[in-house]
């Protein structure tokens, strides 16, 4: 029997949480505020609901008291831990390069971001445990698999994983409209992490500040900002261009984090 969570207050406060529901199956005919509800919180969500009629659903859940309401959970992705991420750089005798998503929560443009973080040579990639997308089916598919390939670290306290990250002598580069240098001003030769931020309020205030360097896209047109994930290929690829020519003028120069 698949993992699953019955009842609608149940469903609703899953997919208010954002919890990795994989599809909602609904009692043919039944209507009301709740169902309304759920079905509203599922598109947001992206997630399908399907309906079935009362054999099917005593073929799905059994004996249990479902109001007619079944969420199946998708089987939670295996998250790597970070000295994976470090070790897999030592093992290629590689300056380490780690994508940090902080509170990235529309699965496709978390998807996007893993998908070009493993075609860019990424080491692995850092999530928060709360306020993030899950590693689903959607973030999975849009990926084109790479999350398959790519080690994804989900930790508690994003702050306190860069730190851990400065001892370790990386430069954080934080990806900034209100930056004060240009995304291809900064040196990326040494360790490096580049931490872009969600969507719509950017990278958390506590998270920038312990940021090394602030770096900016320039827009040129009417639009005042790019797409998280398109943002975050740029600045990947500037990684990619300035280790492959061995690139060493940049304005500054790096010794570690600070």
Not at 21 to 50: C, H, M, T, W, Y
Not at 215 to 227: A, T, W
Not at 241 to 252: L, P, W
């Amino acid at each position: 029997m698949p993992a699953m969570i019955v009842g609608r207050k149940p469903v609703i406060e899953a997919l208010k949480a954002g919890s990795s529901l994989d599809k909602i199956f609904l009692l043919s005919g039944i209507q009301g505020k709740p169902i309304e509800e759920i079905r509203s919180l599922a598109r947001q969500r992206n997630v399908p609901v399907a309906e079935f009629n009362r054999q099917q659903f005593r073929e799905l859940a059994k004996d249990q008291m479902t109001q007619g309401v079944v969420g199946i959970l998708q089987p939670r992705h295996k998250y790597a831990d970070v000295e994976l991420i470090l070790s897999a750089a030592t093992e290629r005798q590689q300056r380490p390069f780690i994508l940090i998503c902080d509170e990235i929560e529309d699965p496709h443009n978390l998807g996007a971001l893993i998908r070009t973080a493993e075609c860019a040579g990424v080491h692995g990639v850092i999530v928060p445990k709360h306020h993030s997308a899950p590693v689903n089916a959607t973030v999975t598919k849009t990926s084109a698999g790479a999350t398959e390939h790519l080690p994804i670290a989900e930790v508690t306290n994003i702050v306190s994983t860069i730190e851990e990250l400065k001892q370790k002598s990386f430069w954080i580069v934080g990806l900034d409209g209100a930056g004060d240098k240009r995304y291809n001003e900064v040196d990326y030769t040494s360790p490096v992490a580049v931490v872009v931020g969600n969507e719509g309020k950017g990278i958390r205030r506590l998270v920038r500040e312990h940021c090394d360097f602030l770096v900016k896209i320039p827009l040129l047109g009417r639009i005042e900002s790019l797409n998280a994930s398109v943002a975050g290929a740029l600045v990947m690829y500037e990684v990619v261009k300035q280790r492959s020519v061995g690139h060493t003028e940049a304005a500054n120069t790096p010794g570690g984090g600070s």
